[in-house]
């Protein structure tokens, strides 16, 4: 994780990929906010907030929106962006037991109908495996993260996706990045997507394997601390 990022105070975001915040000089700013999902409960006005600064002349706007540290005092890295290279490479170190011994990885494969897997591991000596990541970040009560935080149609049909891979033989793995260090367990949002807890439920008894990889986070840091397996009852 970048040690030189700039803190600021947010003031709000807006039109989905702009936020306005404070800077400790007290000048006022506009940066990009990488995140295309609703943020609830990730950033509320006064919140302190990391920017990371591009040297790009092509962009707009310099500054990007990294973290949030929320009133609680819990990290939260709001850059989805963050989460597929986090995992690949917790990966390729073998911290992800359950996906340890591959030897080949390889990002953004074609599959399905017309989606493309976040990460496809392969050898010549153990079925196949496809990897999807997602972003969890909702954290609404007693350390429980729920994902979505918004219906997810695209999330429904990669369930769906990941099922019909299970059952041709090769392996089906969902992984949900947990962004927010105040998340200690994670289940399927029900209450905003009935539609996809159901297909998650599903996806896990027709042999799609879920892990929740937590991550430790701080401005100088970004790793994941512990993992656990999602199994149909939770």
């Not at 609404?140 to 099922?163: C, W």
Request: net charge negative.
């Amino acid at each position: 994780m970048n040690q030189d990022f700039t803190p600021a105070t947010l003031v709000k975001r807006y039109k989905r990929f702009l936020a306005d915040v404070i800077l400790a000089d007290g000048s006022e700013l506009t940066v990009h906010c990488p995140n295309t999902g609703s943020m609830k409960n990730c950033g509320s006005p006064g919140d302190r907030v990391w920017l990371s600064r591009s040297d790009n002349p092509k962009r707009k706007y310099a500054y990007t929106w990294e973290l949030t540290e929320n009133a609680a005092g819990d990290f939260i890295c709001i850059n989805t962006q963050r989460a597929n290279p986090l995992v690949a490479t917790a990966i390729a170190a073998e911290k992800i037991e359950a996906l340890a011994g591959y030897d080949s990885l390889q990002r953004e494969v074609r599959y399905g109908e017309n989606s493309r897997i976040d990460i496809f591991l392969s050898n010549g000596n153990q079925a196949n495996a496809y990897v999807e990541i997602k972003s969890c970040t909702l954290l609404e009560q007693d350390g429980i993260g729920y994902f979505p935080d918004a219906v997810t149609t695209r999330g429904q049909k990669h369930l769906q996706e990941l099922m019909t891979v299970a059952a041709n033989g090769q392996r089906a793995v969902l992984v949900f990045a947990v962004m927010h260090t105040g998340i200690s367990h994670v289940q399927a949002a029900a209450h905003i997507d009935a539609k996809y807890a159901a297909l998650l439920a599903q996806a896990i008894t027709n042999g799609v394997e879920v892990y929740c990889c937590y991550a430790q986070i701080s401005p100088q840091q970004l790793a994941f601390d512990h993992i656990k397996q999602l199994n149909a009852s939770e």
